[in-house]
């Protein structure tokens, strides 16, 4: 009977505890999604962030790249040379190996065209549209959309949240001190709050203070990634 007694108390003991930690858990878990975020309704501070995206690089330029693509556990070395157009929402990339053979040919203008020349077997073009095609246009034509959501977190950053179909694309943003302005940081994906693609900008020191100096790029759906040092002909 006593040992009855003292098994009842220790499993009443026990899911009392059990139902605490879920509790607190619990509690925690809603306090860590809401918390690090702050929404910013200050309308010209959010207008500066616009302002950063719409002049992140200038209406039209050129840069060269030196890329590392790691896919499937294998490293390509590739030496990309970019023209972009953002007014008229345009790409062209040659991508060519060290001895100067091209691999892909691209060229992309927003809802005309878009065609890939490829003479990499082991690399498909339908790879390269979900890809490359992504990366390149993630990268030097976002846009501000009146319906983005601005955050600001724990670290100092603002967060421009906007929705992609079933993603969430979030802009951070860090402010540079010596001007009134902001610079972009980082892009993430989101899907179920969980990140699934993500590129993140280095910049540069000396004479490129204003661009990134090294991209670098990951996706984990399409299990990728990208490092790239960037030099800039304006």
């Known amino acids: 009977m006593v040992k009855d007694q003292s098994y009842k108390t220790l499993l009443k003991t026990a899911s009392c505890f059990f139902y605490c930690m879920v509790l607190i858990g619990t509690c925690t878990g809603c306090s860590l999604k809401k918390a690090p975020y702050q929404e910013i309704i200050h309308k010209k501070q959010k207008d500066d962030i616009f302002y950063s995206i719409n002049n992140l690089y200038p209406d039209k330029f050129k840069a060269m790249h030196r890329v590392i693509l ?3 556990g294998k490293d390509y070395v590739l030496n990309g040379y970019l023209s972009v157009n953002r007014p008229n929402r345009e790409l062209k990339l040659i991508a060519q190996n060290d001895l100067g053979g091209i691999i892909f040919d691209v060229h992309y203008i927003e809802n005309i065209e878009q065609q890939i020349y490829n003479n990499l077997k082991s690399i498909k073009n339908e790879w390269l549209r979900k890809s490359l095609l992504r990366d390149i246009r993630t ?3 976002l ?3 009146s319906s983005d959501t601005l955050f600001s977190d724990q670290q100092g950053n603002f967060i421009l949240s906007r929705e992609q179909g079933i993603l969430t694309e979030e802009l951070i943003f860090k402010p540079v001190k010596e001007e009134t ?3 972009l940081h980082g892009i993430r ?3 179920n ?3 699934v693609y993500q590129v993140d900008f280095e910049y540069g020191t000396k004479d490129n203070i204003y661009y990134p100096e090294f991209i670098f790029i990951k996706d984990t759906r399409m299990r990728y990634s ?3 040092n960037v030099q800039y002909f304006m």
């Open 181 to 183: 302005r902001y610079r």
């Open 70 to 72: 790691t896919l499937s």
């Open 143 to 145: 846009e501000s959309c």
């Open 193 to 195: 709050g969980k990140s």
């Open 189 to 191: 994906h989101l899907k």
């Open 226 to 228: 990208l490092r790239i």
């Open 139 to 141: 990268i030097y034509l």
